[in-house]
């Protein structure tokens, strides 16, 4: 909002509720381009002697459809519209390298057989989203699709629809150095259902899964003198330290802030212990004030890994070695484990293990083992003891393509999530609570390295590709929006590579983007879904789909 208010608006309101007439203000109407938001602008401005605004500056998200478009062009309202632009940004640039459609509903209507009214519509709109993208981007990527899900060759298709109007509207999208090799990858959310289960331990991750981070907004309690106060930050690229952090594993975050303020205290020749505590820091602000914003976000930062260990050590430590076990079929020497059974239920049993965690932890055995029987899954949940809706969610998880009940005698399909259908790692493993890494880095680098499947992964067919130079137009605002902050993000002429999700990210997934695209160089690795999910998200997304 203070980036708004200092481009000297007064004022920012909802076009859908009832607003105060400011006839002697000029308005700016940022809005999708549906017939709701275009009758709410022409009803602004159809009595001329009593408008609502003394003009319009009006920026659609998208392309706006022809007949809407001629609607407005005939309206009375039509004579106020000063500016009439597409800005092509409908999405949410949540992070320098990771995208969001802001379309939880998508699950439903991806995954939800009895859903089916509305479900095109909606399809189309993130297909439109995702088109927006690429155009501000500048970018006509090869369409690819994993084929193991039948919906994704449909919503593939929707896609590259769209890309193509784009297309014919400006030749250039896609023209540039290697701009002919960037490549957009569909995948439903069944590709790896293990990695938004599990128990993360690098900070972003960890602290959106432990801790009550509402959007985006960190809430704790500080203590100065004898007051406490509860403090609210936002955690996004704008803080440094956040940015250096947030992908660091718990195990050395608070080392890493301490050392940091170390030198932040050294640089400003200001006297502090080698081991700042949270008193120390608390008495630094008082005296020099002048800095009172960064040691805020020091102070932020020991706060937030401090609350993260403390659930750590109180009950996620316990579920992690099991987690992790499950999810490998291995221990941390890298013996195959006979029997899991012997680890989960004393889990199972135990009262002060949350029923969501239970279900994680059930879900993560039924994926190692394949599916199970209905009567084996009856038994865990009520050893379990969790709710009747528990077990219809663990069961719901079929429909996005995951084995859970057994069916008779029937071939198991292959699972290339599993551990001996992945990429070794032996090396890259420090800590024996994160052994798992995301199947979605296997994809990542096997597309860069040109090994992706192409069977598995094929390529649209008839999507016109154009190789050339030059450079494809940005849009003012979000033209550069992945390129404003963070570490290697200086321009890349290169190819790029966008992975779209469809039913949720998890934040160990977009934790996989930057370190692909740290480790290749060459190419940028973009990330997006329908929305971003944390474990309780997935439970909560999955138990939705029996309604």
């Known amino acids: 909002m203070t980036e708004i208010m200092s481009e000297g608006i007064t004022l920012v309101e909802d076009i859908?509720?009832?607003?105060?007439?400011?006839?002697?203000?000029e308005s700016v109407y940022l809005i999708?381009?549906?017939?709701?938001?275009?009758?709410?602008l022409m009803v602004d401005f159809q009595y001329p002697m009593k408008t609502l605004y003394k003009t319009a500056h009006v920026f659609f998200t998208e392309a706006c459809p022809d007949e809407l478009f001629n609607e407005l062009c005939k309206s009375i309202g039509a004579r106020y519209v000063k500016t009439l632009k597409e800005i092509n940004i409908a999405f949410l640039p949540y992070e320098s390298q990771v995208f969001s459609l802001d379309s939880p509903d998508t699950f439903q209507f991806y995954y939800n057989p009895s859903k089916q009214i509305g479900r095109i519509t909606n399809l189309e709109r993130c297909a439109e989203q995702i088109a927006t993208l690429c155009a501000t981007l500048g970018e006509y990527p090869a369409v690819r699709y994993r084929s193991d899900c039948e919906r994704n060759a449909e919503f593939a298709q929707l896609v590259q629809q769209k890309l193509d109007a784009y297309k014919a509207d400006d030749h250039t999208m896609g023209q540039g150095p290697g701009k002919d090799r960037s490549q957009l990858l569909i995948i439903d959310r069944g590709f790896d259902p293990v990695s938004p289960l599990l128990h993360e331990l690098t900070l972003q991750a960890m602290a959106y899964d432990l801790l009550n981070i509402e959007n985006d907004v960190y809430k704790y309690e500080s203590t100065t003198a004898n007051d406490i106060c509860e403090k609210e930050v936002l955690l996004d690229e704008?803080?440094?330290i956040w940015l250096d952090l947030r992908h660091q594993h718990i195990a050395i975050v608070s080392q890493q802030v301490t050392r940091k303020l170390k030198d932040f205290v050294d640089e400003k020749k200001m006297r502090t212990q080698d081991k700042a505590s949270m008193r120390d820091l608390s008495q630094m602000i008082k005296k020099m004030p002048q800095y009172q914003k960064e040691?805020?976000?020091?102070s932020t930062h020991l706060h937030m890994a401090e609350d993260c260990m403390k659930h750590y050590q109180g009950k996620a430590d316990k579920l992690c070695k099991v987690e992790q076990d499950l999810a490998m079929g291995m221990d941390a020497e890298g013996e195959k484990i006979k029997d899991h059974m012997r680890n989960i239920v004393p889990i199972l049993l135990d009262q002060n293990v949350s029923s969501c965690d239970k279900t994680r932890i059930i879900l993560l055995y039924i994926i190692h083992k394949g599916g199970i029987t209905e009567e084996n899954l009856c038994k865990l949940v009520q050893h379990a003891q969790i709710p009747q809706e528990d077990m219809t969610l663990i069961q719901n998880m079929q429909n996005l393509g995951v084995p859970i009940i057994q069916d008779g005698g029937r071939r198991k399909p292959q699972q290339f999530y599993q551990p001996q259908n992945r990429r070794e790692r032996v090396s890259e493993h420090t800590y024996q609570m994160s052994r798992w890494t995301p199947y979605i880095k296997d994809i990542m680098?096997?597309?860069?390295?040109?090994?992706?499947?192409?069977?598995?992964f094929p390529f649209l067919t008839g999507g016109s590709r154009s190789v050339g130079l030059g450079s494809a137009p940005v849009s003012a605002r979000y033209g550069q929006w992945h390129k404003e902050r963070g570490q290697g993000t200086s321009f890349k002429s290169g190819p790029r590579l966008i992975i779209f999700v469809v039913g949720g990210m998890s934040y160990s997934e977009m934790r996989c983007a930057y370190e692909v695209t740290q480790a290749v160089k060459n190419w940028e690795v973009l990330i997006g879904s329908t929305h971003i999910l944390t474990p309780a998200g997935l439970l909560n997304d999955?138990?939705?789909l029996g309604n």
């Open 295 to 298: 040691l805020s976000r020091y």
């Open 16 to 25: 859908n509720k009832r607003r105060e007439p400011l006839p002697s203000l």
């Open 32 to 40: 999708t381009p549906t017939e709701k938001s275009i009758r709410a």
């Open 238 to 240: 704008n803080d440094d």
């Open 542 to 544: 999955l138990r939705e």
């Open 445 to 456: 680098e096997e597309m860069v390295e040109d090994k992706l499947n192409a069977q598995r």
